[in-house]
């Protein structure tokens, strides 16, 4: 048996699950206050007021399954750098369970989801099974993708939801149309 590790298993909306190093969880808020954002695409609707400061909180389930964010009954605070000695930067993901710490080990390696396999390849660092696949998220890349800045293959999952929900959403005056 390898070298076990610690993460957190993610209950994401509709569902999903996705799980994270332990050290890149900061904070679990089982009552968030959420406050909409107008105009903003479904998978990141809302924000958090945390620690002085404004956190987008990323509906991973409503992106992958195209519909409005839910009211998120829990949420996690994640840490992340995009490069190496940077300050970290800061994001919430919307949960509908609570997270639970547990082991992997390599052992566990498995292929990434077939469903969803676009977006989970280019959102996530690994796989795991523990009772069907769990995706290990790259935190910095699941940012990027919110903001627009995701690989076109991530940007074509988000068109099956009947808009491409990465894109800013723009009226025909801003467009110059």
């Known amino acids: 048996m390898g070298e076990r590790s610690n993460a957190w298993l993610l209950t ?5 699950r996705a799980a994270v190093a332990d050290h890149e969880m900061i904070e679990y808020v089982a009552a968030p206050r959420l406050h909409a954002v107008p105009m903003a695409p479904s998978h990141c609707a809302n924000v958090l007021f945390w620690q002085d400061r404004i956190l987008p909180v990323l509906d991973i389930g409503a992106f992958l399954d195209g519909g409005d964010a839910a009211a998120a ?13 940077e300050p970290l930067r800061y994001v919430a993901l919307a949960l509908e ?6 082991e992997v080990d390599d052992e566990q390696a498995c292929a990434l ?14 796989c ?11 935190v910095a890349g699941v940012c ?11 940007r074509s ?5 009947g808009r491409n929900a990465l894109e800013p959403q723009m009226d025909a005056d801003e467009r110059g149309d």
Do not use: C, M, N
Not at 113 to 118: T, V
């Open 128 to 138: 795991f099974s523990l009772e069907g696949g769990v995706p290990i998220l790259d």
């Open 113 to 126: 989801p077939e469903e969803h396999r676009a977006f989970w390849k280019s959102a996530a660092l690994a």
């Open 97 to 102: 369970q609570p997270p639970v710490r547990v």
């Open 157 to 161: 999952a988000a068109s099956t939801a």
């Open 12 to 16: 994401l909306g509709a569902g999903h």
């Open 144 to 154: 990027a993708w919110a903001v627009g800045d995701a690989p076109a293959s991530v």
């Open 73 to 85: 009954p829990l949420a996690v605070v994640l840490a992340y750098q995009t490069r190496p000695r």
